[in-house]
């Protein structure tokens, strides 16, 4: 039994609210939760997360451990 004038009030049907629309309910100490980003539309859920390369690393580590397209014959 939580002590009176302690804790705060609890909302166990909270809503989340992403650009504009509920996208689902929660329990929490506020009524409305307003998020920037959730797993709807976060790249890396979303499947369309891009590599950004940077001086060529990704192709430096794809040839140091053999990985991706064709492989030189030595």
């Known amino acids: 039994m939580p002590k ?3 804790h ?3 909302y166990p ?3 989340v609210i992403c650009n ?3 996208v689902m309910t929660v329990g929490s100490t506020q009524p409305e939760l307003k998020v920037d980003v959730w ?3 976060h790249p890396f859920f ?3 997360q891009k590599i950004i390369d940077s001086e060529g690393r990704v192709e430096k ?3 140091k451990y053999g990985m991706g397209g064709s ?3 030595k």
């Open 4 to 6: 009176k004038g302690l």
């Open 8 to 10: 705060p009030q609890w």
């Open 13 to 15: 049907e909270a809503k």
């Open 20 to 22: 504009g629309e509920v």
């Open 39 to 41: 797993s709807g539309n």
């Open 46 to 48: 979303t499947g369309s």
């Open 61 to 63: 580590f794809m040839r």
């Open 71 to 73: 492989k030189k014959a």
